[in-house]
C-alpha cells in the first residue's frame, strides 16, 4: 500500500473516531434528594402537607432517598434541628410546643451534589 493510501485510511479512521452520538446522560446517578411523608397532602404533585392535632406535639414519619441525606425541621423563622434517619432512608420528625391555630414548619432533605427535598408542613392545632 502506498503513502498515500495508509494516509486516507488513517485520515478516515480519525474522522470516523470522532462521529457518533452524544454520550447519553447517567439516570443511574440521582440528581436531587427525594422523600416521602405520611401527612396528608392537598393535591397529588403539592409541596405541601397538612395535619391536625389538639395536643401539643405531633410526630410524622416519611422516608428519604439517598438514606445518607441529611434531614431537618424547622419552625418558620427558626433554625432547622437534625432528625435521625435510619440507615433504609425512615425518619421520624416531631413537632413540638404547637400553639392554638396554623403551626408552620419546612421539612428539607439535603446531600452533597443534589438539589434538596424540601415540603412545607401545616400543623393545626385546635
Known amino acids: 500500500m502506498s503513502a498515500r493510501g495508509v494516509a486516507a485510511l488513517l485520515l478516515a ?3 470516523l473516531a ?3 452520538e452524544k ?3 447517567d439516570v443511574s446517578k440521582p440528581t436531587a434528594v427525594t422523600g416521602t411523608l405520611d401527612l396528608a397532602r392537598p393535591a397529588p404533585a403539592s409541596t405541601d402537607a397538612t395535619a391536625t392535632t389538639r395536643r401539643s406535639a405531633l410526630a410524622f414519619t416519611g422516608r428519604v432517598v439517598p438514606p445518607s441525606s441529611r434531614v431537618t425541621l ?3 423563622g427558626q433554625q432547622p434541628s437534625a432528625v435521625e ?7 421520624r420528625a416531631g413537632a413540638r410546643a404547637l ?17 434538596p427535598w424540601t415540603v412545607d408542613v401545616s400543623i393545626t392545632r385546635r
Do not use: I, W
Request: proline share 8%; net charge positive; glycine share 20%.
Open 99 to 115: 400553639k392554638r391555630g396554623a403551626n408552620r414548619f419546612v421539612l428539607q432533605g439535603s446531600s452533597p451534589g443534589l438539589r
Open 13 to 15: 479512521a480519525v474522522a
Open 74 to 76: 424547622a419552625r418558620e
Open 23 to 25: 454520550p447519553e446522560p
Open 18 to 20: 470522532g462521529c457518533g
Open 85 to 91: 434517619v435510619g440507615a433504609d432512608g425512615r425518619f
